[in-house]
């Protein structure tokens, strides 16, 4: 029998909720500027978002730079 483990940061536990009460859903970005970070954003599309969008680092990016 194996077993397994896991360490969730903080960031990771932390609810990301959008405007409409829907929880926000995770994304990577793939721009050269930021190519492989990840963020959250509302899950609807097009003119039915709320318009949330939230970096999932913004503290270790911002303390990076």
Not at 20 to 37: D, H, P, Q, V, Y
Request: aromatic residues 12%; hydrophobic residues 25%.
């Amino acid at each position: 029998m194996s077993t397994s483990s896991s360490v969730s940061s903080p960031q990771q536990l932390q609810s990301h909720t959008c405007k409409w009460g829907l929880s926000a859903k995770c994304f990577t970005a793939t721009t050269i500027e930021n190519g492989g970070r990840r963020f959250y954003k509302c899950r609807r599309l097009g003119s039915n978002s709320c318009g949330y969008w939230n970096w999932f680092d913004e503290k270790l990016h911002l303390m990076n730079q």
